[in-house]
Every structure is written in structure tokens, then in C-alpha cells.
């Protein structure tokens, strides 16, 4: 059974940085596509970055893009979400997710393993 836990999460002023990690066991990471999405209270859960099980494409939302990475190591089984210039509205439970064999998606509904979710609280 896979199981992913992340990491990571906390408190920064508006401006700084932080980065997420993801686990992956039970499986083999290299065979899952790994997906960021995030839900803001009283908000529904929305993607934020996804990368390709083969090829490393990646994906992101355009609230996001050109301020967070994300990235995987496989020796480490491990995906990362770099994430730079953070704003308040950036504030929410992010979770990782993990698709197997896919090239990435922003759909919720496609992803088969969900971690448990990392608080990330950006005040300004």
C-alpha cells in the first residue's frame, strides 16, 4: 500500500520562502506521477504543480508559476515543491498526491494516493 507523508509546512512572512517535501512508500516512486494541490479554508482543493511519471514534465497553476518548483529525487523517493515569493492567498493545507504511470494531472479525481497535508501560513 502506498503511503506518502509530507513535510515541510510552517510560518513565513510574505516575500519568504519554504519547501515541501513528499515520502513515497510502499511502491516504487519512479512509477508514479506526483502531483501539489492546496485547500484554503472555506475553499475547495485546487492543484498547484504536477510533474510526469517519465520525462519530468511539469505542470502549474498559474497563481504559481514562475514562484514555485516542483521537483522529485528518486534515490530519495521523494518529491519537493520549492516554493518563493509567497504570498498571504498562498496560505493553506497543501497536499501531495501520487498518479501511477500518468503524465501528470490537474484533476483531483485522478490521483489514487493523497499524503495527509502540511499546514503553510504566510502572514503579511
Known amino acids: 500500500q502506498v503511503q506518502l507523508v509530507e513535510s515541510g509546512g510552517g510560518l513565513v512572512q510574505a516575500g519568504g520562502s519554504l519547501r515541501l517535501s513528499c515520502t513515497l512508500s510502499g511502491r516504487t516512486f519512479s512509477d508514479y506521477a506526483m502531483g501539489w494541490f492546496r485547500q484554503a479554508p472555506g475553499k475547495e482543493r485546487e492543484f498547484v504543480a504536477a510533474i510526469s511519471w517519465i520525462g519530468g514534465n511539469t505542470y502549474y497553476a498559474d497563481s504559481v508559476k514562475g514562484r514555485f518548483t516542483i521537483s522529485t529525487d528518486n534515490a530519495k523517493n521523494t518529491e519537493y515543491l520549492q516554493m518563493n515569493s509567497l504570498k498571504p492567498e498562498d496560505t493553506a493545507v497543501y497536499y501531495c498526491?501520487?498518479?501511477?504511470?500518468?503524465?501528470?494531472?490537474?484533476?483531483?479525481?485522478?490521483?489514487?494516493?493523497w499524503g495527509q497535508g502540511t499546514q503553510v501560513t504566510v502572514s503579511s
Open positions: 498526491a501520487a498518479d501511477y504511470r500518468s503524465y501528470g494531472s490537474r484533476r483531483i479525481s485522478v490521483y489514487d494516493y
